[in-house]
């Protein structure tokens, strides 16, 4: 397996409340991203990074902000948290070199607002 | 507008037959293809992938993959099912507007029964 860790496994709390989660990885490489899934919906991608401080929306952003610090480290903060983001968040990681390379993921957060 | 589509929710197999689980894909240019399964509580899982060359890709598990340009389609397949195969498999592209990104599919919930 991937050296991917993700925490907390499972969170729940109430709206209006900031929460972060922490994808950390061992793997040193270049590309981590966040996504959500939903049932019905697949995965969608929340924010990427392309390296320490660099990353970019991807498709479902509102809501969420992100920061990489260092290379092991890619955190998602909701800063206010709502119901609708009740859901299960997966990071991935990419190795740098081609496009072709997949990602690997982690085993996710439940995360429950209520 | 770039997509990937899996349309079946669910294909339920018996153990020992042939399983194919759908996937189609629009996208510009050619594209590059992924399979990815996914078992209760666990992240994804890469099973194989097709870039170029031979239309039948061979992965993980006994899976394998072929590619059909002219119906744009990557169909999953493994010659006989098994029990422990059951899971969620998930279609994906490279996003060709932005080759960081994968666009996945809303996933496919493959039952094998004994």
């Known amino acids: 397996d991937a050296g991917i860790t993700q925490s907390p496994r499972h969170k729940v709390t109430e709206t209006g409340t900031p929460v972060t989660l922490r994808c950390h990885q061992t793997?040193?490489?270049?590309?981590m991203y966040w996504y959500r899934q939903d049932p019905g919906h697949g995965l969608r991608l929340i924010h990427y990074?392309?390296?320490?401080?660099?990353?970019d929306k991807g498709e479902v952003s509102d809501g969420y902000s992100v920061s990489r610090s260092k290379t092991e480290d890619f955190l998602l903060t909701l800063e206010s948290a709502t119901s609708s983001q009740t859901s299960v968040y997966f990071c991935?990681?990419?190795?740098?070199?081609?496009?072709?390379?997949?990602?690997?993921f982690g085993d996710g957060t439940r995360l429950s607002i209520l | 507008a770039q997509s990937v589509a899996q349309p079946e929710d669910q294909v339920n197999v018996a153990e020992g037959n042939p399983l194919t689980v759908k996937c189609t894909y629009s996208?510009?240019?050619?594209?590059?293809l992924f399979w990815y399964v996914q078992y209760p509580n666990r992240g994804l899982q890469f099973l194989l992938k097709?870039?170029?060359?031979?239309?039948l890709v061979k992965g993980s598990y006994g899976f394998e993959a072929e590619f059909n340009k002219s119906q744009t389609s990557f169909h999953l397949k493994k010659p006989s099912a098994l029990v422990s195969d059951s899971a969620l498999y998930f279609c994906?592209?490279?996003?060709?507007?932005?080759?960081?990104?994968?666009?996945f599919g809303t996933g496919t919930r493959l039952q094998v029964f004994p």
């Open positions: 991935a990681i990419r190795e740098e070199g081609t496009v072709n390379q997949p990602q690997h």
């Open positions: 793997e040193n490489h270049r590309y």
């Open positions: 990074s392309y390296g320490v401080k660099d990353t």
């Open positions: 996208v510009s240019g050619n594209p590059y």
């Open positions: 097709y870039i170029t060359g031979d239309n």
């Open positions: 994906a592209v490279r996003d060709m507007k932005n080759t960081d990104k994968l666009i």
